[in-house]
């Protein structure tokens, strides 16, 4: 095998592995943004999402649906879940918290990370399931068929379609411009008439939404499932927002692949043994040369 | 009525919401679905009893929230005046002391045991403290120090074949010194980007640990770690655990009183003013590097120590015990106790080391208790159990004279712990 | 301060009550320590719904030597500093032997407790060679083979049957997998240049997917894959590695060897090798105690099932055979006694492995592990 060959398939690897970072770091991203939070619940609402996925589809299965009709249908029920776990989340854990010291809300989002886990361990189970294989398969042309699998092929562009229309609903539309107003400034977007309580409603929405889409698109990659999963994912996801510069959107979508590539590369020319360590070893110099992240930016100190 | 229906509409919001997870369980190899709508009912009911329980404790929260800005509590005041007078409070702290002195022989070993790793906490949160309470820097990779300590004991006495009270002195130095070193690239960080930094340290030291097998012995950890000795006795399992209850409680008292100096000294004040107003504090000529640099190797050289302790205490360790979430625990400690506040981290640690240890009567129902344990206490208390007394004092500007006698003393101790900076 | 002071004094005083529970003597404590929370939870929990199958069919017998038996799980996510409290929580409950601690690592704290005190321990699922091998544990015993005789199996059958010479040796940088790689590797290394190892290194568990290093073992052109660690990771690695079609041999060891993963893999696993505990498929035993865990819990037995199961047996077996509860009588009948197993016929020997558990190589065909011959 060439060269080239393997550069490709790990570059591509790195690419696969990076949008989904990106779906999920991008809700810790936009939460961040509005209200200074660092989600710890995040992954697992994305591991909610993928369970619930697994439920809806082991029930339309045994009743005899064909694959496609399976997806339609999946995927909007485990988004609009994660999206009402999400939603419920920030109404009991950290709604109540909006004036209390920073910190407070971060042990909350911890208490919440442990309880959502042992739920999803306690009404469902803690062994591994197995997702069923939800995305279309197709063939792709021969030259990129020992590259790339179609299944690789969907998730990057599913990325890449649901974060365009991500940065357009934030760019163009009204919400998108009240959210945008209440990350500048929470206290100056409610004098102008921007309802804040409903904006940081919808960020949790829409971040729960994303990463319910990447939680469905990776458990259906890799063909498995447990209570566990949202923790390392998370974790990681955390750390590709900080590293494009967290509250930053397009920020969050380049530290997802930036993430993806660093550890794919480690594992594909160093060894996997330090794929974490490089990953992090990144981080920790990409910061020491730019605080604020790669497109974060370094924002003033109040007097 | 209004109550009704906002109870109403949330057992049934909670009844859509855990619908899938709660009532369908399917086997996907198997094609089966079981359906347990009896859960599903039981969701409901006890969704619409606690949500009356949540509004009651909710709308005792505002109140409370309101009478504590214009007036304090009746009964606090009361109470307060209670403890005041010197006799009863001697006689408390005599009880205490007493209580805590013969407790060991009081209770079983479990209870010790499980006491010692609770003190091991207290120090780690005392610790903490210095970073995240007092100076303000939130640290997500304390464990990193914990773990070097821990490693410096296992490997120093088995190749060395050092023991415990050599070990001490020489991890506390090194804890210094790998918190020098850490910190030093990382300090310009501010509040969040240095959390995920921390924490990315935090991760590189354990996978460091996990990885260099030669060194570490990887994975599979060091065992027969001996526990502390006294001048070469030998005691049997019991005496050896009261042994190391007083080594730790010698250890944790210490801390206290170091860390206590330390909070109304220069340094502490230093800490403090940083934590509030970093350019206001430049402006008065603070250090503001020297400064935080003292606070992250500080906060590591109680870690070192704690790490020590637990490896003497545990006589094993491997990597596994030093992940993100023991700095997530230790973090909350703090949170949960109060920032600041020393009583309140110790209360902290007890609290959140010793209640999944109570809750073990809950069978698998103890991690879910706990976790929604630590949010209802931050949701009802976020200012943590105990607030520190500095804020508090402010309110009280008779009483400020007291606390003000430690400042002499306290300065000279910063100077000395300075001068490794 | 001093209002701080009483606060706390109540607070501990309060705490300190609430947790002196006291036993009973007339009961029979089956002590199930392990993880049953966390991330590794699906590798304890199966052990506390074997012990529990166990005890009920003895209680429906009437008990042992006229008392009941008492399934007390403890749990300690398989962390050490956990597992010694586990350890002096079940030391004082007045345990009477214990089933468990998951992993090596966590035995390995706990085990000086249970030493101390007298209680015999016995693992499922401990694989560390050092816990029998080191001579230190007079009251360790296990069901489950040591990790230096797999590696050793699987490293020989890679390089024999199937005639491997580039062998790519993976693990997934636990203990328990770790071992088993170096071990392999070793085998490999020491070979005298029939076979050599092109690639070893360790994923990091739970990882979001593996495709970088299924690419680099194509990159290495080995020939068979030596996978060293539990279900989850191998089966993610044999479905990356099967949809990029490389049809290369995946051989592994006993945590893979369960049914959660051809469940998982599906007809991926179909041609994977395992090495497990001598041959049971043909046991009637093996088969009644997986209806017995279907028909009670609605649904299939995990990981460690079959060896906790015999554990439970092989300790309940023991009492009844010593005729009483003290510790020596205990382990005597452990190392004398005979028991049939969902395993086989087991007993112990001197250093507290199971005589009779060796290591077989199985291979997934249709769905189903079978022994290769």
């Known amino acids: 095998m060439g060269r080239m060959e393997y550069f490709l398939e790990i570059f591509f690897g790195g690419l696969t592995r990076g949008s989904i970072y990106a779906l999920i770091a991008l809700g810790y991203t936009m939460v961040y943004g509005i209200i200074q939070l660092i989600n710890f619940a995040h992954g697992e609402i994305y591991m909610i999402g993928a369970f619930t996925a697994l439920i809806v589809a082991g029930v339309l299965g045994s009743l005899g649906m064909p694959g496609y009709a399976i997806l339609l249908l999946t995927l909007p029920i485990a988004v609009i ?14 709604k109540p918290l909006r004036s209390a010291p920073r910190l407070s809300p971060l042990i909350s989002a911890i208490g919440m990370s442990i309880f959502l886990q042992n739920y999803i361990l306690l009404a469902q189970t803690a062994d591994f399931l ?9 063939d792709l042309p021969d030259f990129v068929g020992g590259i790339l699998t179609s299944s690789e092929v969907t998730i990057v562009i599913t990325a890449a379609l649901v974060m365009a229309g991500l940065t357009s609903f934030i760019k163009f539309t009204r919400m998108g411009k009240a959210m945008r107003a209440t990350a500048q400034n929470q206290r100056m977007a409610m004098l102008v008439g921007v309802n804040v309580d409903q904006v940081i409603s919808l960020t949790f929405i829409i971040g729960s939404a994303l990463a319910a889409i990447g939680g469905v698109l990776i458990a259906s990659h890799i063909g498995q499932i447990n209570f566990y999963i949202g923790f390392i994912a998370g974790i990681k996801a955390f750390t590709a927002a900080v590293l494009g510069g967290i509250g930053s959107v397009p920020g969050a979508m380049l530290g997802g692949l930036v993430l993806g590539w660093t550890e794919s590369f480690a594992t594909g020319y160093v060894s996997s043994d330090y794929e974490d360590v490089f990953a992090f070893a990144l981080l920790v110099l990409i ?14 100190q109040k007097v | 009525m209004q109550g009704l229906k906002k109870s109403l509409l949330t057992a049934v919001w909670f009844m859509f919401l855990t619908f899938p997870i709660m009532v369908i369980r399917v086997n996907t190899i198997e094609k089966t679905i079981v359906w347990r709508w009896e859960n599903l009912a039981l969701v409901g009911i006890s969704v619409f009893l606690l949500s009356y329980v949540w509004r009651f404790l909710m709308s005792r929260r505002e109140r409370g929230n309101k009478q504590n800005a214009f007036a304090t509590d009746d009964r606090a005041q009361a109470f307060r005046a209670l403890i005041e007078d ?8 005599a009880a205490f002391a007493i209580f805590v002195g013969v407790f060991p022989f009081l209770f079983s070993m479990y209870q010790v045991n499980i006491m010692i790793s609770a003190l091991i906490y207290i120090m780690l949160g005392l610790g903490l403290n210095i970073v995240v309470g007092l100076a303000g820097l939130l640290d997500l990779g304390f464990v990193a120090f914990y773990a070097v300590g821990a490693y410096a004991y296992a490997l120093l006495n088995l190749h060395f074949g050092l023991g415990f009270w ?13 918190g020098i070193l850490l910190g030093f690239p990382v300090l310009r960080l501010r509040g969040d980007y240095l959390a995920i930094v921390t924490l990315g340290f935090g991760e590189i030291i354990r996978l460091v640990l996990e990885n260099w097998g030669t060194f570490t012995r990887g994975p599979s950890g060091i065992s027969n770690i001996p526990r502390p000795d006294l001048f070469g006795l030998e005691f049997g399992l019991q005496g050896r655990i ?14 206290i009183a170091v860390v206590t100096r330390l909070k109304y000294s220069r340094i502490g004040r230093a800490w403090m003013a940083l934590r509030e107003d970093e350019i206001a504090c430049q402006a008065m000529g603070i250090d503001k590097t020297q400064t935080k640099l003292m606070a992250f190797s500080l906060g590591a050289t109680w870690a070192a120590m704690a790490g020590v302790v637990f490896a003497a205490k545990t006589s094993f360790i491997n990597p596994a015990s030093f992940t993100f979430l023991e700095s997530a625990m230790i973090l909350s400690i703090v949170v949960l106790g109060g920032m600041g506040s020393t009583v309140g981290v110790i209360l902290g640690a007890l609290i959140l080391i010793l209640l999944p240890e109570y809750l073990r009567a809950f069978a698998e129902y103890r991690m879910i208790v ?21 804020l508090k004092r402010r309110f009280h500007p008779a009483e400020s004279s007291k606390g003000a006698e430690a400042v002499p003393t306290g300065e000279g101790m910063a100077r000395g712990a300075g001068s490794h900076g | 301060m001093t209002k701080k002071i009483t606060s706390a004094i109540a607070v501990a005083a309060a705490v300190a009550l609430m947790g002196t529970g006291s036993a009973q003597a007339a009961e029979i404590i089956f002590g199930v320590p392990g993880a049953h929370s966390g991330d590794l939870a699906s590798y304890g929990l199966p052990t506390v719904n074997a012990a529990k199958l166990v005890v009920e069919q003895y209680n429906a017998k009437g008990g042992l030597l006229g008392m009941k038996i008492k399934v007390v799980p403890q749990d300690e996510q398989c962390k050490p500093e956990l597992a010694t409290n586990a350890a002096f929580k079940l030391v004082s409950e007045k345990v009477t032997v214990a089933l468990g601690h998951i992993c090596s690592g966590a035995t390995k704290a706990a085990l000086p407790i249970y030493k101390d005190s007298k209680i015999v321990l016995m693992s499922p699922s401990a694989t560390n060679p050092e816990l029998t091998l080191s001579g230190d544990y007079p009251n360790f015993f296990r069901t489950i083979g040591r990790d230096d005789n797999q590696g050793k199996i699987g490293a020989s059958f890679t390089m024999g049957k199937l005639g491997a010479k580039k062998i790519a040796v993976i693990h997934d940088k636990g203990d328990y997998g770790k071992g088993y790689a170096e071990r392999a590797k070793e085998a490999v290394d020491g070979s005298g240049g029939k076979a050599t190892t092109v690639l070893f290194e360790g994923v990091t568990p739970g990882a979001v997917d593996y495709t970088a290093i299924v690419q680099k073992i194509k990159q290495s052109g080995a020939e068979a894959v030596i996978f060293g660690g539990y279900h989850p990771e191998a089966s993610k690695i ?8 490389m049809k290369i041999p995946f051989v592994s060891d006993d945590g893979v060897k369960d049914a959660t993963f051809i469940k998982v893999a599906g007809e991926f696993a179909e041609g994977v090798y395992a090495s497990g505990p001598e041959d049971y498929s043909g046991n009637p035993l093996y088969h009644q105690a997986n209806e017995a865990h279907k028909k009670a819990f609605n649904a299939d037995p995990g990981v460690f099932y079959p060896q906790a199961y015999s554990a439970a047996l092989a300790l309940l077996n023991a009492i009844e055979k010593a005729g009483s509860t003290d510790y020596d009588k205990i382990v005597k009948a452990l190392r004398t006694e005979y028991v049939e197993t969902p395993v086989g016929k087991i007993r112990f020997d001197e250093r507290g492995d199971a005589e009779g558990v060796g290591f077989d190589m199985y291979q997934v065909v249709k769905g189903e592990f079978v022994l290769v011959k």
């Open chain 2, 86 to 93: 010197r006799r009863i409070r001697y006689s408390l702290i």
């Open chain 1, 81 to 94: 879940y994660a999206s009402a776990y999400g939603f419920t989340v920030e109404k009991i854990a950290y």
């Open chain 1, 130 to 138: 197995p997702f069923p294989n939800l995305l279309p398969y197709f």
């Open chain 2, 166 to 178: 050599a070990v001490l002195p020489m991890a506390a130095v090194l804890g210094a010194f790998v």
């Open chain 1, 287 to 300: 910061l020491i040369f730019r605080p604020a992240g790669i497109l974060g930016k370094a924002d003033s």
């Open chain 2, 242 to 255: 009261i042994y190391m209850y007083y080594v730790v409680l010698a250890l944790v008292l210490f801390t």
């Open chain 3, 238 to 245: 044999v479905m990356t590695m099967r949809k990029r079609d």
């Open chain 2, 370 to 390: 706990f976790g929604a344990i630590m949010v209802l206490f931050m949701v009802f208390r976020p200012q943590g159990l105990i607030r520190d007394r500095r």
